[in-house]
């Protein structure tokens, strides 16, 4: 595979992966899998994960974090909206949709793409719009002010291609904002291949350079970067991670997530930019 960034072919080992080759490019420094998954056992693989070990979703472990994801997505939209004023926003991997319905609930129009069935299907149950499918190959008409990619740019075949998408979809001057592990961070530097985030489904590895850089190319301006995932990395790294939190202690971990990004610690970065006119 040639980088998705900037084109180049040459490339070196980075690590094995079980039967994954993770490498990294000679010229930019983008790391990559260079034999992902295919995109029928992609989807497979993220029905299986919202469904868990049964058939009902909200058993799931994803679905018993819902009063975490609910205030993590209010944290969210409390930063987006300082930043402009929102009237519509696309969500891009929306799961099961647990941002978009918090920003129903505060009077913002939403539509959500979700490549898995069974993600999907539990979204619109919650009366979102969700397409379903692959977003480069999702017919969207509307345009938006912000566009959103919560954890799922790195699951994607071409995320240059999803990033340029989404500037033409955004209204002239409109907000992105892109949710991905750091490679560069203190986390993944330590453990190395053990780091957390080298999934069978990642696809892609950014650090924040390289992160800027493909911004840049599909013309976008950063206009802040933020570390998040301080706690998740710890209680996960240590093998205690539990999806399920109590509204008492997704409070608590917010609170340290947020002092710690501070200090520029947390393996996931957040990267607010503004599509250039």
């Known amino acids: 595979m040639k980088c998705n960034t900037c084109e180049s072919d040459?490339?070196?080992?980075y690590f094995l992966n079980g039967n994954f080759r993770v490498v990294k490019c000679k010229n930019c420094g983008l790391v990559y899998l260079d034999n992902p998954m295919s995109k029928e056992e992609a989807k497979k693989h993220y029905d299986e994960f919202f469904k868990g070990q049964g058939s009902n979703v909200a058993e799931s472990e994803y679905a018993k974090g819902r009063s975490f994801r609910l205030l993590e997505a209010s944290k969210r939209l409390d930063v987006i909206c300082s930043i402009m004023p929102m009237d519509?926003?696309?969500?891009?991997?929306?799961?099961l949709g647990y941002f978009l319905y918090e920003a129903q609930n505060r009077g913002i129009q939403t539509v959500g793409v979700e490549l898995s069935s069974v993600a999907a299907d539990y979204a619109r149950s919650l009366g979102l719009e969700v397409y379903q499918g692959d977003f480069l190959e999702t017919d969207i008409s509307e345009r938006f002010s912000a566009v959103t990619f919560w954890a799922s740019l790195e699951h994607m075949y071409d995320p240059k291609a999803a990033l340029r998408k989404a500037a033409e979809l955004l209204v002239p001057g409109g907000l992105l904002v892109v949710e991905t592990g750091d490679i560069?961070?203190?986390?993944?530097?330590?453990?190395?291949?053990?780091w957390r985030l080298f999934q069978d489904d990642h696809n892609f590895y950014y650090s924040s350079a390289t992160l800027d850089e493909v911004l840049r190319i599909v013309g976008f301006k950063i206009i802040r970067t933020k570390h998040d995932g301080f706690v998740e990395g710890l209680v996960k790294q240590l093998g205690i991670w539990r999806a399920s939190l109590s509204p008492v202690t997704s409070q608590l971990k917010q609170v340290v997530n947020e002092w710690a990004g501070k200090l520029g610690l947390?393996?996931?970065?957040?990267?607010?930019a503004v599509k250039l006119e």
Do not use: W
């Open 266 to 272: 947390g393996d996931v970065m957040i990267k607010y």
């Open 184 to 194: 560069g961070s203190i986390q993944a530097r330590i453990f190395g291949k053990h």
């Open 10 to 13: 040459s490339s070196e080992l």
């Open 88 to 95: 519509r926003i696309l969500d891009v991997g929306t799961g």
